[in-house]
């Protein structure tokens, strides 16, 4: 069992290749689209109605047919998503040799990496993993902080990073600053837990007006 390394990665203008077309192959693809894959291929003889879609629409390029070493060369992340465990294995190992870091969906994620449950809201991604001892319960883990952070918190964490930006150049002392943006953040946690699921905490007040209060509180608290 390996440790796990948890990172965030910028797929921007990287060739991501998915094998197979099943509903394990369709939710990997599904991940990469939300994550930003650059260049998507799926190759399978036989795929998913929401695959097909994808292809229609253009979001994928899909190649109906088997896998071939081919596919492997060039590829940044390979998926071996089938369900034939040999060809997974072969997959995982052409990734070995040219270069390319591979996931596999079965024979206990052999492979370089493993996908996580996530949550997505805006800027925030909160990704669960249990390394494999169970994935029902990363995607029980992923249901419940998606009902805690709700779709309005996305709002809350672009207003965060508005204020970041504000407080960067708008209040010089670094002590203040910090002060400045942990209040800032405690106040979004708060809010969070009472937010309705279309709301918009601090509606109608700017960021300046909301920077200014924050440091009256954080001068008032030294
Ligand atoms: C989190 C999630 C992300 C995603 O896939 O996007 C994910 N699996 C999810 C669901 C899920 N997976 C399975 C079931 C059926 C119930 C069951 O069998 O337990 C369900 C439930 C369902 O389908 O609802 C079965 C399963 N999974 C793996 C094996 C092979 C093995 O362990 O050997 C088998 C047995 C196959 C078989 O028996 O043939 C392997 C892996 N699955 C992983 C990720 C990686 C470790 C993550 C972790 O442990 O945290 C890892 C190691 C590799 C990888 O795929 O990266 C996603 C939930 C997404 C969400 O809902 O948000
Ligand atoms: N990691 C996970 O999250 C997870 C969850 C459930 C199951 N699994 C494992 O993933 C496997 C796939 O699950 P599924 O439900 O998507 O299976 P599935 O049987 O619905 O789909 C298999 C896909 O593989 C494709 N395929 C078969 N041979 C191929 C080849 N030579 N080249 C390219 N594509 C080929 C098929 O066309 C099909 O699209 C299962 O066998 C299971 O071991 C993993």
């Not at 994550?35 to 929401?50: C, M, N």
């Not at 229609?56 to 896998?67: D, F, M, P, T």
């Not at 949550?119 to 249990?130: D, Q, Y």
């Not at 709301?199 to 700017?206: Q, S, V």
Request: glycine share 12%.
């Amino acid at each position: 069992m390996a440790a796990y390394y948890p990172m965030m990665m910028d797929l921007t203008g990287r060739r991501c290749v998915v094998v197979g077309g099943g509903p394990v192959a369709e939710r990997k693809t599904l991940g990469l689209l939300d994550g930003g894959a650059g260049e998507l291929i799926v190759v399978a003889p036989r795929v998913t109605a929401k695959l097909e879609e994808l292809a229609v629409s253009g979001s994928i390029a899909l190649e109906r047919r088997e896998y071939m070493e081919s596919d492997a060369d060039g590829a940044f992340l390979l998926f071996a998503a089938t369900d034939d465990r040999l060809l997974n294995g072969r997959v995982a190992a052409d990734a070995a040799r040219l270069g390319a870091l591979v996931n596999t969906a079965d024979a206990g994620g052999e492979g370089d990496f493993a996908t996580p449950a996530a949550v997505r809201r805006g800027e925030l991604v909160i990704a669960v993993t249990t390394g494999g001892a169970s994935p029902v319960l990363a995607a029980l883990l992923r249901r419940r902080l998606a009902g805690q952070y709700g779709p309005a918190f996305e709002a809350s964490v672009g207003r965060l990073h508005e204020l970041r930006l504000l407080a960067q150049t708008g209040i010089a002392d670094a002590g203040l600053r910090s002060a400045v943006l942990r209040l800032a953040a405690e106040q979004t946690m708060r809010e969070a837990e009472s937010l309705p699921a279309d709301g918009e905490a601090n509606a109608g007040e700017t960021i300046e007006q909301w920077m200014s209060r924050l440091r009256d509180a954080a001068e008032r608290g030294r």
